[in-house]
């Protein structure tokens, strides 16, 4: 079993002055991506973490295991709607103790998500994203942090996240709003998300520092683990383990090209051909991740070949947890609780810390009345000023048609 290292560290400041304490109530935690980004950060200003809260017990056991913070499961819609309970809630945060109050608020992605059948009927996750704003409207934080998928902006969505940021307008914030390509920050994968951030005082959101043609690549991320086979453990490391798969699916794997190939025609389950042929989707389907790339977004069924492109680029298998979290920006040494399946969906649904720390160096400047000129410079958010179709895809892709054929003219 790997012993939990301390988190690797992003500089800072290396000026000799007295911390400004921050501290840090992550709602949603999950296992702890937001986080563990804002520990990585040293200087000036220290992030504190109070406490996480979320309902998961396995996301629970992980984030108490490598935050060093309690996490309550405590229901957010009721909390939302009962001054005295918040009340409470800030008595047991003590913000006497810190020199600023930062609130995270990463809701649950999915009810926004567009991979969704549909999206009719209520989802009480889509919820969520308000409820934390009226908390947060009650509770004055310094600052406020926000994630989720680029679709909480579209047009079916956009009631939820105007609601919510009325909310905050209402008790003085202001608020910004944009998608980032993750990748921006050191992420070796593209993941587009959305990012709130609310203070009370005006300011621009900031630049992801890295452009497109220094993104990290699956190769820096994961090319020193051990190999493994189908159904292998790693002797030291618990988390780099292989799934089992079934002999059909190890049998479409190796007929996968190395290295970023696709599954070919005729090869695999044949409605995947039918659905090529009618539409082109579902390219990704047993594809392989190529070395020299970001990887593509990883989501919670990453275990999984048929699920998208999560095999390995040259193994014949799916993905161990460590390859998924190291591709999500955690440390190899990071250990995740809870069965094998659950694993991959805490990673998968967890805000990467790398971009965490990015965001947060932002937050703890402009906190610390900091020169932020060094955020002006690099790759700029996408801005978004008003509901967008149905969707981000869309945009998104045209993003990376357009990066594609820029290389191409080079």
Request: glycine residues 10%.
């Amino acid at each position: 079993m790997l012993e939990a290292q301390p988190p690797h560290v992003i500089p800072f400041s290396s000026k000799p002055t007295r911390k400004l304490k921050v501290g840090v109530v992550d709602f949603f935690c999950g296992c702890g991506g937001v986080s563990h980004g804002l520990q990585m950060i040293q200087g000036d200003v220290e992030f504190q973490i109070i406490e996480g809260i979320d309902n998961d017990p396995h996301c629970a056991a992980t984030y108490q295991k490598m935050i060093g913070a309690p996490c309550q499961q405590i229901d957010i819609l009721a909390l939302s709607l009962d001054d005295r309970a918040i009340e409470e809630r800030m008595k047991i945060w003590k913000r006497e103790r810190f020199d600023r109050l930062l609130l995270v608020g990463c809701s649950p992605c999915q009810g926004f998500s567009a991979h969704r059948k549909s999206v009719g009927g209520h989802d009480t996750r889509r919820d969520l994203f308000e409820a934390f704003c009226r908390i947060a409207a009650k509770v004055q934080p310094d600052a406020i942090l926000m994630e989720n998928v680029p679709d909480l902006f579209s047009k079916a969505y956009w009631h939820h996240f105007d609601t919510g940021r009325r909310t905050l307008k209402a008790a003085g914030y202001h608020v910004q709003s944009a998608i980032y390509n993750f990748a921006g920050f050191g992420l070796p994968q593209e993941r587009f998300r959305a990012v709130v951030m609310a203070f009370q005082e005006s300011f621009s959101l900031p630049h992801a520092p890295i452009q497109s043609d220094r993104y990290c690549t699956v190769r820096q991320a994961i090319s020193h683990l051990a190999p493994l086979a189908s159904g292998q453990s790693h002797p030291v490391d618990p988390m780099h383990v292989a799934s089992t798969h079934r002999e059909a699916t190890l049998e479409t794997i190796r007929q996968v090209p190395k290295n970023g190939g696709n599954r070919p025609m005729g090869v695999g389950p044949a409605c995947l051909d039918r659905t090529r042929q009618t539409h082109g989707g579902f390219t990704d389907v047993y594809g392989r991740l190529a070395w020299d790339k970001p990887s593509v977004t990883i989501t919670a069924r990453c275990r999984t070949p048929s699920c998208g492109r999560f095999t390995h680029p040259d193994q014949d298998r799916g993905l161990t947890v460590r390859e998924a979290a190291l591709l999500q920006g955690f440390p190899d040494s990071y250990i995740f609780e809870g069965p094998f399946d659950d694993r991959y969906k805490q990673v998968g649904n967890a805000v990467s810390p790398m971009a965490a720390a990015g965001l947060g160096r932002f937050i703890a400047s402009h906190l610390g009345k900091k020169d932020l000129s060094e955020f002006n410079t690099g790759a700029p958010p996408i801005p978004v000023v008003g509901p967008v179709g149905p969707g981000f895809a869309v945009t998104i892709n045209g993003i990376k048609r357009k990066r594609v054929k820029i290389k191409d003219a080079a």
